[in-house]
T-cell receptor, first 110, second 115 residues
Framework: KQEVTQIPAALSVPEGENLVLNCSFT??????LQWFRQDPGKGLTSLLL?????REQTSGRLNASLDKSSGRSTLYIAASQPGDSATYLC?????????FGKGTSLLVTP | DGGITQSPKYLFRKEGQNVTLSCEQN?????MYWYRQDPGQGLRLIYY???????QKGDIAEGYSVSREKKESFPLTVTSAQKNPTAFYLC??????????????FGPGTRLTVL
């Protein structure tokens, strides 16, 4: 069964810092990997989807990379802002449904 | 507006009562999913459906039931057999054509509390 791990579980940074969130998965046979954002009490918002044939995707200040062979993905957030404070979840599609990590809770302080 | 709607936003259930959570999408997506989210446990798959009139159990289906009579709708019933139903329930959908491009979208969630 695909296992997805996210490190760190929580992160606090001052505004303006660049930061990296990590995601690892145990089975490299994936269709794609998706990063989500979740605000407290809300549903998940899709940030980026990386297809299995791609190495990275960019959207604004976000950049996600994928290394299938090593089972790793990173989400890079440039010039962090207090509005980036949320939980970030990584999910891997390797079968009938997405397998989720437990998320990284990010706090960006002014 | 295209998207996924869930209702109600908050739901309270008495012991021994069945309740039904609604999920509707107008994205013309083939596949729909129900997840349960508990603090510290991440998202766990309850049921999923890839086409109308067909659905499959996920990892934690016991005490739940679903139907998929229309492409747009995938209601979840939490039965009295579910011993610990208090949780945040999330519905999702995605197309099911090119697997590598199938971006998944989520509804706003329903918070169920057992009284």
């Amino acid at each position: 069964k695909q296992e997805v791990t996210q490190i760190p579980a929580a992160l606090s940074v001052p505004e303006g810092e660049n930061l990296v969130l990590n995601c690892s998965f145990t089975d490299s046979a994936i269709y794609n990997l998706q990063w989500f954002r979740q605000d407290p009490g809300k549903g998940l918002t899709s940030l980026l989807l990386i297809q299995s044939s791609q190495r990275e995707q960019t959207s604004g200040r976000l950049n996600a990379s994928l290394d299938k062979s090593s089972g790793r993905s990173t989400l890079y957030i440039a010039a962090s802002q207090p509005g980036d404070s949320a939980t970030y979840l990584c999910a891997v599609d390797s079968g009938y449904a997405l397998n989720f990590g437990k998320g990284t809770s990010l706090l960006v302080t002014p | 507006d295209g998207g996924i709607t869930q209702s109600p936003k908050y739901l309270f259930r008495k012991e021994g009562q069945n309740v039904t959570l609604s999920c509707e999408q107008n994205l013309n997506h083939d596949a729909m999913y129900w997840y349960r989210q508990d603090p510290g446990q991440g998202l766990r798959l309850i049921y999923y459906s890839q086409i109308v009139n067909d659905f499959q159990k996920g990892d934690i289906a016991e005490g739940y039931s679903v139907s998929r009579e229309k492409k747009e709708s995938f209601p979840l019933t939490v039965t009295s057999a579910q011993k610990n139903p208090t949780a945040f329930y999330l519905c999702a959908s995605r197309p099911y054509r090119d697997r590598s491009r199938n971006e998944q979208f989520f509804g706003p969630g329903t918070r169920l509390t057992v009284l």
